[in-house]
């Protein structure tokens, strides 16, 4: 396989856990603006394998962004921008499905969006006509199957379906919550998945999410939820993360 042209640039949204991406080489940094104002960090270039790939850090450098102000319009647009085609977000969830266990990865195919207020289009105003985008299937079906298979060669399990429930956070859910979520059809819950995967699809972009289940969803495991817990078995799950990116760059 050749070396693949700037349009096929790879953008890694990290989330929770995947604040630097310290694997890409020749790295460079720059900040960029939009039209919706500034990322929630500066644009990491780089390279992995030999790829061009590019960085976000959806909490920002320093992890100080909360899921709901984040601003989700200006990640996706300088994303696309920079010449992004590909997007690979990793974003942390609490697991409902009996499948979704601390630190098991999941490439999710479903969203039920429950969050309520972020600014979640681009087909918003002075527009020349009003435009729907068809979110049949959020995730980029290309880009997910690549994920699927990066995760089986590097032997990582990680659940190959599953529906994100994405809540408007910060805080976590109640367990009456959770039991309505799973009856809604959620397999797990999470904070970022939305609007980010709507943007992505007002773009144009190949947008598909590798969830990292940090614990089992409130009312699920025992007791209450420990932020230490959380953020221990996230670093934990880091690793096959690490893994499934320099796995799956190489099948695009
Ligand atoms: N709920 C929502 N978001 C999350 C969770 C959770 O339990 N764990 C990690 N991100």
């Given at each position: 396989?050749?070396?693949?042209?700037?349009k096929e640039r790879i953008a890694i949204i990290g989330g929770t856990g995947l604040n630097v991406f310290d694997e890409l080489e020749k790295r460079r940094e720059e900040q960029v603006s939009t039209p919706f104002g500034a990322p929630s960090a500066p644009l990491i270039y780089?390279?992995?394998?030999?790829?061009?790939?590019?960085?976000?850090?959806?909490?920002?450098?320093?992890?100080?962004i909360?899921?709901?102000?984040?601003?989700?319009r200006a990640n996706?647009?300088?994303?696309?921008?920079?010449?992004?085609?590909?997007?690979?977000?990793?974003?942390?969830?609490?697991?409902?499905?009996?499948?979704?266990?601390?630190?098991?990865?999941?490439i999710p195919n479903q969203i039920i969006d429950y969050t309520c207020s972020r600014k979640n289009t681009y087909f918003d105003k002075d527009?020349?006509?009003?435009?729907?985008?068809?979110?049949?299937?959020?995730y980029c079906e290309t880009l997910r199957m690549k994920l699927i298979l990066a995760s089986r060669a590097g032997h990582l399990k990680a659940y190959e379906n599953g529906t994100y429930g994405a809540t408007e956070g910060p805080r976590l859910e109640t367990a009456a919550e959770i039991v309505r979520?799973?009856?809604?059809?959620?397999?797990?819950?999470?904070?970022?998945?939305m609007p980010e995967a709507a943007l992505a699809r007002e773009l144009g972009l190949c947008y598909a999410a590798c969830a990292v289940c940090a614990n089992f969803a409130a009312g699920r495991g025992e007791g209450v939820l420990s932020m230490n817990?959380?953020?221990?078995?996230?670093?934990?799950?880091?690793?096959?993360?690490?893994?499934?990116?320099?796995?799956?760059?190489?099948?695009?």
């Open positions: 396989m050749g070396r693949v042209s700037l780089g390279e992995l394998g030999d790829r061009p790939v590019v960085f976000l850090a959806r909490h920002g450098a320093g992890h100080a909360a899921p709901h102000r984040i601003n989700y996706l647009w300088a994303l696309k921008q920079c010449g992004a085609q590909y997007i690979i977000a990793v974003a942390a969830v609490g697991g409902i499905h009996k499948e979704m266990i601390p630190e098991r990865l999941s527009l020349s006509e009003v435009t729907h985008i068809d979110f049949t299937y959020p979520l799973e009856r809604d059809g959620c397999d797990m819950v999470g904070m970022t998945g817990e959380i953020q221990d078995t996230i670093a934990r799950a880091m690793v096959k993360v690490r893994i499934l990116i320099k796995e799956v760059v190489t099948l695009i």
